[in-house]
């Protein structure tokens, strides 16, 4: 039961997340709780806003692989409820869409 609360909550982020303009789960393999979306701004000052929010909205992958600009790896838990992940999904929606720069430099 609680795998399938991991799984079911964190598929639901995913969607909820690909559903914004511009963001997308690149990756279409399964998963479990954790996943990679790409964003249409810059990922650091996307998270550097979420942070702002006291939102922990992933890890930059662009740390990691160079050739995943604007990805982020998420993770959701059972511990994560439905009230936070909307309320995160809202913070990225806000965020990305108050102009934060693109990877091509350009005003999202």
Do not use: W
């Amino acid at each position: 039961m609680l795998a399938e609360q991991n799984l079911a909550k964190a598929h639901y982020a995913a969607r909820q997340l690909a559903a914004i303009p511009g963001f997308s789960i690149p990756f279409h393999g399964p998963f479990f709780n954790e996943f990679v979306v790409k964003t249409p701004a810059d990922a650091d000052e996307l998270l550097a806003e979420l942070q702002e929010r006291r939102i922990i909205g992933g890890l930059n992958l662009r740390r990691f692989y160079p050739d995943l600009p604007n990805h982020l790896l998420v993770c959701v838990t059972e511990r994560v409820s439905r009230e936070a992940i909307d309320r995160t999904v809202e913070a990225f929606s806000r965020a990305a869409g108050r102009g934060a720069v693109t990877h091509t430099g350009k005003r999202a």
